[in-house]
Each structure stands twice: as structure tokens, then as C-alpha cells.
């Protein structure tokens, strides 16, 4: 028998339904690095890496104002988010140049939002065949990088970039 290692989802199941408050506003307040995966903060947005990712570079893109939909944010708020997932696609294209993309929204948790309180887009890198056995029929996603290892890998990439400016001067 073979045995697949993930000890950062121990974490996770651990604390499952038991963090008080919005986990995006938590990490917010703690300084941008390893410990908050927060990649980049724009003006109206922040650029952060799943901690319970679907592949190596999944990120997500959410606004610093506590919202849950869409319509509820204002335009230049979310003509940033849309700027941020276009680098975001820049930078992981150079980082890890997958074959395509999953970039999306889930509003509600019937429509699968894990966090429903805080809007937020999704950025997924993705390749031909990265569904495997594994996640069809044991319904088990195998990330084969660390999330130390991607935070790195992302921030080097992202640091070449300028975060979008929303308002013109």
C-alpha cells in the first residue's frame, strides 16, 4: 500500500467550522507573508493563495471591504479584481505554464462558496489530465508542491509586477 502525505490539511480538519469571524478579514490583520499567503495588496484588493488549494498556484482575489456579493461592491472595486485575476493569470502562466484556467465566482454556499460571507474570484491553473484516480474516485486532490514552496514561487513572480491602480490621479 502506498501512503500520500499532506500534513498542512491536518490544520484543516482540525479547525473545521471553529474559526470565529471571516478567515479573508483575519488574515488581513496579520503581516503580508508566509503565515497569511497574502501575495500582493492592491487598492481596493488583496491577491492570496488558497490554503486548501485545488492545484499548485491556486490564488484568489478579494476585496479588503467585507461584502458577499457582487452587485455590493462598487465599480472600481471590482474593475480591480478583474485587473488582479489577468496578472494573477500572467504570473502563474510564468511560474507554472499550465495549458489553461478555472477562474470563477461562487456566491452562495448552494452555488459551493466555502467562505459566503466575503466575495471573492478564484484564479485555478490547470492541465490536461490533472484529474486523476485520485480525485474521481477517491475524491482526494493530490498538490504536489508545498504552500511555502508556491507562496515563494508567486511572490518572486508577482514582485516584477505593478499592482493595478484603480483611480486615475
Known amino acids: 500500500m502506498r501512503h500520500l502525505f499532506s500534513p498542512w490539511r491536518m490544520d484543516y480538519i482540525q479547525n473545521y467550522n471553529r474559526i470565529q469571524g471571516c ?41 479588503f471591504i467585507h461584502l458577499s456579493t457582487l452587485d455590493a461592491l462598487d465599480k472600481d472595486t471590482r474593475a480591480e479584481m478583474m485587473e488582479l485575476v489577468n496578472q494573477a493569470i500572467q504570473v502563474l502562466g510564468g511560474v507554472y505554464q499550465p ?29 490536461s489530465g490533472d484529474t486523476n484516480f485520485m480525485s474521481s474516485l477517491s475524491e482526494t486532490r493530490v ?19 505593478q499592482p493595478p491602480n484603480a483611480k486615475s490621479e
Open 99 to 127: 495549458q489553461g484556467f478555472n477562474v470563477g465566482i461562487n456566491m452562495g454556499e448552494a452555488a459551493g462558496a466555502g467562505i459566503t460571507e466575503h466575495i471573492h474570484m478564484h484564479v485555478v491553473p490547470r492541465w
Open 143 to 161: 498538490v504536489p508542491e508545498s504552500l511555502e514552496e508556491t507562496y515563494k514561487r508567486i511572490s518572486e513572480q508577482w514582485s516584477k509586477k
Open 23 to 63: 478567515a479573508f478579514c483575519t488574515e488581513l490583520s496579520r503581516p503580508d507573508g508566509i503565515d497569511n499567503l497574502i501575495v500582493v495588496r492592491a487598492f481596493y484588493n488583496f491577491v492570496i493563495l488558497n490554503r486548501f488549494p485545488y492545484t499548485s498556484g491556486h490564488l484568489m482575489v478579494v476585496p
